[in-house]
């Protein structure tokens, strides 16, 4: 029986995001596409007999209960009916509140992790529509392939994209994705896309002008990274990016960055680092 596990929890881009409309209840109707980095947060996972779900890593900001990690915990206990609890342990890479999802990523990941040290057997669909429970980018995650998403993002087809590598720029300032939504300026009127044009357009995030208004700091890094080629908005921000065929390229872009805006080069991924990982464990 396996007592411990650590896996990772990647970050992923939204490649665009288009707003189509906002529905009754103030959710927005989304399509993106989504596509993992390789660059992750790890989390260990060590089963107790007891029931306690113990997080052993304070997040700067996060009460314990609060955390994502947690809240999943809580949930897949309760569903599952396990009598198991875990101590949990995070070593945190991904900027937060950064439009990379880390906070889903690790609901995702504890979501997977504990399904195997607890034994519950719940198959994929069942997990992603607990994860859906804990936010709308929590689905994707526990799929864990690169996918074309539409409703409020929880529509997922799997896609397959090229995985170039990637410069993200993280700007120090912290973008809540619901005032984002809130915002009275935002256009949400983008015709909707067949899967095929969202496989081969370019695409835009209709977040931008209103992230950019708000926020001179991700303003300015959008200025510096369209320098070397056109940037864009993850999510709500605020992380942005540029891509690049080759590792190389991109880390030439990150040396002429060095000193000046804070950022991170990893490589696309169709296949999120999670999946791979318990690939591995099955061979
Ligand atoms: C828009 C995206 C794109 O990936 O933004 P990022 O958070 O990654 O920046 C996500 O779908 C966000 O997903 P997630 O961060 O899980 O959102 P949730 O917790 O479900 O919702 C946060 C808030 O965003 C707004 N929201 C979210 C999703 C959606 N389709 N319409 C919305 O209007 C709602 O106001 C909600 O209260
Ligand atoms: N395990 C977690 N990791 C990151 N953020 C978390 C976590 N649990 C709760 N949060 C809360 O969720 C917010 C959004 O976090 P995150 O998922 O990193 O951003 P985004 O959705 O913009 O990519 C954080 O600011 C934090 O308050």
């Keep these: 029986m396996l007592r411990e596990i650590s896996l990772p929890a990647p970050a992923k881009l939204n490649l665009f995001l288009h707003i189509l409309g906002r529905r009754a209840d103030g959710y927005h109707q989304l399509q ?29 900001g996060v009460a314990h209960d609060d955390n994502l990690i947690v809240k999943a915990a809580k ?50 669909d069942q997990l992603a529509s607990l994860g859906l429970q804990l936010g709308a980018d929590v689905p994707v995650f526990v799929r864990g392939h690169a996918a ?7 529509q997922l087809t799997p896609v397959t994209l090229d995985e170039p590598w990637f410069v ?8 809540s994705t619901k005032e984002i939504f809130c915002d009275e300026r935002l256009t949400r009127n983008t015709p909707a896309i067949t899967l095929a044009a969202a496989q081969t357009q370019e695409g835009h995030n209709d977040c931008l002008p209103v992230v950019e208004l708000r926020y001179p700091e991700i303003r300015n890094a959008l200025m510096q990274l369209n320098k070397f080629a056109s940037a864009k908005l993850t999510g709500t921000g605020a992380c942005c990016f ?14 002429s960055l060095e000193g000046g805006l804070q950022h991170f080069v990893a490589k696309g991924s169709n296949i999120s680092m999670l999946h791979k990982a318990l690939q591995s464990l099955h061979q």
Excluded at 34 to 59: K, N, W
Excluded at 242 to 255: G, I, N
């Design 32 to 60: 993106t596409l989504f596509q993992f980095l390789d660059y992750a947060d790890e989390l260990t996972f060590s089963l107790r007999d007891d029931g306690v779900i113990q997080l052993h890593d304070a997040l700067p």
């Design 75 to 124: 949930m897949l206990q309760q569903a599952s009916g396990s009598i198991r609890g875990a101590d949990i342990r995070i070593h945190k890479r991904l900027p937060m509140g950064g439009g990379i999802g880390g906070g889903s990523s690790n609901a995702a990941t504890t979501l997977l992790g504990l399904n195997l040290i607890w034994q519950c057997q719940f198959d994929l």
């Design 148 to 154: 074309f998403a539409e409703g409020v993002g929880e």
């Design 168 to 175: 993200v720029a993280v700007p120090q300032v912290h973008v």
């Design 242 to 255: 540029t891509s690049f065929p080759s590792q190389q390229e991109a880390d030439k872009v990150s040396r």
